[in-house]
């Protein structure tokens, strides 16, 4: 701890999900000082605790002078501590901090990021956490227009246009992976302990290409095997490859503009999987970690109006 | 049991699959005499107790004086009675009857019917059981082309021209709906006792034809409920819609000829959907169960060589 962090009112950055705590100390000009994560999620914290919970974690963090903490994530949503309703798109970082929630009948400065909503064909999207990490990747990559890819259970892709999330959709990429490489026919046909094999991944993204859905293509990992036409070790590469594939086969990258710059973030061997199947379709790509929701939170902290 | 089915051979026609048993006593018309079905698919029989299974439970109908027996299904997979090697399309009446597997060592006549394989984009596909009921049905409606459909876990697309199967095509479509509403992040959403709802299928339907995957309008059915804009009775059948929509949108109806007659097969309320969805494309169908199973044995039958 520097005679800096003490001197400055620090900002605690949290992101507070389904499933796991985050959260990081923020120096004067946006470093992280300390890190500190949890399995206790919000499906994990009993109903009226959310309080105990973030005092039980980052109390000692709170009670520095004039600190002020920011939450993103699914703390925000309606099972969570305080509902902070969605901005609807298209939302920037003004409207993300006159939307911040600020939890009352507490000692410290808490605020709550607002998630976003957006609307296609008739049918709602929501996201919650990830326009923190968007905001963020854009300010470290300095950029204000951006394709940005955050791969994961459920996977966004969200364009910026100016500062502005202008549209957004989720897919449910690795939930399926999982539930068809865990809990379906394929299942016995996948060793569970087989390593990553990049040659069948990549040719799974390029079968994805052809169509016609992943309905069909997914049952090939199958035959393929009963055929003996693939080892089995690399039956699970490929099926990933199928499912990413089918995702970026959806993004219709042929009739996009190819020049817009593309930022992935996420963990690092899942950025860089997605990476490595947007460069066989010729896409280059930018990725990010956890630093992006650290620096989200950060310069959301420079904007936010008096509480 | 009459006069005339004690006199002429009988045919007993049985379709072993993964999980259950059907067969039937067809007389010399092809008319079904009786029919008797068990829980007990192949995944259900003992190493090396075929035989017995088969004697069980049709050991009266196969002492019949001349009787002979033909099967189809996953019985002549390599986890079955005895493998039947597939035949690779375009497949017929002829080539199946060629590459029926003979038990040996029993004392009646029993016939394996082999599946049919095919291979498109380099990645092979099969089917066990449905050749016959493609046959069948092609029997009954006097065709000798038309596209069959046989929806379920998973569905089957086949081509058929000039008696002969061209090509084929399977859909996990069955599976991953199981999947989605039972296992993913959709089931909490779902009321287990909701009814069928005809507007909601027909919405999710329409929805799928819009694209771009499944992976991406599957989430949907979260966000139209989060949003409170559809009743949570309704969304089962919704994502029912987006499944067989997903499949329907596969089949690329826009560019193919629309005067191929489209048969489906099935059991009555999975053809039923699946008209519906059709119809709603502009697309007409006629439907067939069980009967095009009997059917296409006793077609198969009057075709054999001498074993």
């Not at 499906?43 to 993103?72: C, K, M, N």
């Not at 502005?164 to 996948?190: C, D, K, N, P």
Request: hydrophobic residues 40%; charged residues 15%; proline residues 7%.
């Amino acid at each position: 701890m520097t005679d800096t962090a003490t001197a400055t009112p620090p900002l605690i950055a949290i992101d507070w999900g389904t499933t796991s705590l985050r959260g990081a100390l923020l120096g004067p000009e946006g470093q992280v000082l300390e890190e500190r994560q949890a399995a206790q999620g919000i499906l994990q914290v009993p109903a009226g605790g959310f309080a105990t919970v973030f005092e039980q974690h980052f109390g000692d963090w709170a009670r520095r002078p004039g600190s002020l903490t920011l939450i993103s994530g699914m703390a925000g949503s309606r099972q969570g501590w305080l509902e902070a309703p969605y901005c609807a798109c298209p939302a920037g970082f003004a409207q993300l901090a006159q939307g911040l929630a600020w939890l009352p009948g507490l000692p410290w400065r808490v605020g709550i990021v607002p998630g976003v909503s957006t609307e296609a064909q008739q049918v709602p999207d929501v996201m919650r956490g990830e326009e923190v990490q968007i905001f963020g990747a854009l300010q470290l990559a300095k950029l204000h227009s951006a394709t940005l890819v955050l791969p994961g259970t459920h996977s966004k892709w969200a364009t910026v246009q100016d500062g502005q999330i202008t549209g957004f959709s989720t897919w449910m990429t690795g939930e399926v992976y999982a539930l068809l490489s865990q809990h379906s026919i394929l299942a016995r046909s996948l060793p569970p302990d087989a390593v990553f094999d990049e040659l069948a991944f990549e040719r799974g993204v390029q079968q994805a290409q052809q169509g016609p859905s992943l309905l069909h293509t997914a049952f090939g990992t199958r035959t393929l095997q009963l055929m003996g036409r693939m080892p089995d070790d690399a039956l699970a590469s490929y099926l990933s490859g199928l499912v990413i594939g089918e995702e970026l086969r959806g993004q219709a990258f042929s009739t996009s503009a190819s020049d817009t710059p593309l930022l992935l973030i996420g963990s690092p061997s899942l950025t860089q999987r997605y990476a490595q199947a947007l460069a066989l379709l010729g896409r280059s790509s930018r990725r990010w970690g956890s630093e992006a929701t650290w620096a989200g939170l950060w310069a959301l902290s420079r904007q936010w109006p008096s509480p």
